[in-house]
């Protein structure tokens, strides 16, 4: 069973601080990390793709990938209320496969309050 | 663009009811997906498709059949459905091999 484990929640920040979302993945042969923004109602979108070890930035958001560790973070600069969803991440660890099949943790859900 | 557009959004049926969820993208995608979602469950895979003709069973399939219509289409039916059904259902679909995967917006499905 391919498992992938999100820090339960939930993670209240205030508004302009660092909000740190952690993620680990069984399967040491994963090659690509995604984490996925949802909003209460509505469905995922991507935020970040990340494949190799090191950082990652995009604006206001950093994805870490260590490999080594099966660990993934995303980090979430100068947090605003808008940034208050549930934060999923997925990891494809079909090797080989040509399915792109991602396998999600339950997400934690974030709350930035003004 | 619309992207991955999935009807309906909202359905009640009765144990025991058939219905089919309709899912279609436009982005040209050889990939397409069944998820379920329930509250602290996370995103579950009920089934998937490669590429146009080729289905295969993902994490809970049990209760659920697929077609693959066309690449464009992939549509999820029950066949009597059951109280545990109840759920968010949602279908993505990607260019496969590691890439992104795009959501539909969500069909809510409720069984009494």
């Known amino acids: 069973q391919k498992e992938v484990e999100q820090n339960s929640g939930p993670l209240s920040v205030p508004e302009g601080a660092i909000a740190s979302l952690n993620c680990t993945y069984s399967?040491?042969?994963?090659?690509?990390f995604f984490w996925y923004r949802q909003y209460s109602g509505k469905s995922p979108e991507l935020i970040m793709s990340i494949y190799s070890n090191g950082d990652k930035e995009d604006g206001r958001f950093t994805a870490q990938l260590n490999k080594a560790s099966q660990y993934v973070s995303l980090l979430i600069r100068d947090s605003q209320p808008s940034d208050s969803a549930t934060y999923l991440c997925a990891v494809n660890s079909d090797r080989g496969s040509t399915l792109g099949r991602l396998y999600f943790g339950r997400g934690t859900q974030l709350t930035v309050w003004p | 663009n619309a992207g991955v557009t999935q009807t309906p959004k909202f359905q009640v049926l009765k144990t025991g009811q058939s219905m089919t969820l309709q899912c279609a993208q436009d982005m040209n995608h050889n990939s397409m997906y069944w998820y379920r979602q329930d509250p602290g469950m996370g995103l579950r895979l009920i089934y998937y498709s490669a590429s146009e003709g080729t289905t295969d069973k993902g994490e809970v399939p049990n209760g659920y059949n697929v077609s693959r219509l066309n690449k464009r289409e992939f549509s999820l039916r029950l066949e009597s459905a059951a109280p545990s059904q109840t759920s968010v259902y949602f279908c993505?679909?990607?260019?496969?091999?590691?890439?992104?995967?795009?959501f539909g917006e969500g069909s809510w499905l409720t069984v009494v």
């Open positions: 399967d040491r042969g994963s090659q690509s």
């Open positions: 993505a679909s990607s260019t496969g091999q590691g890439n992104t995967i795009y």
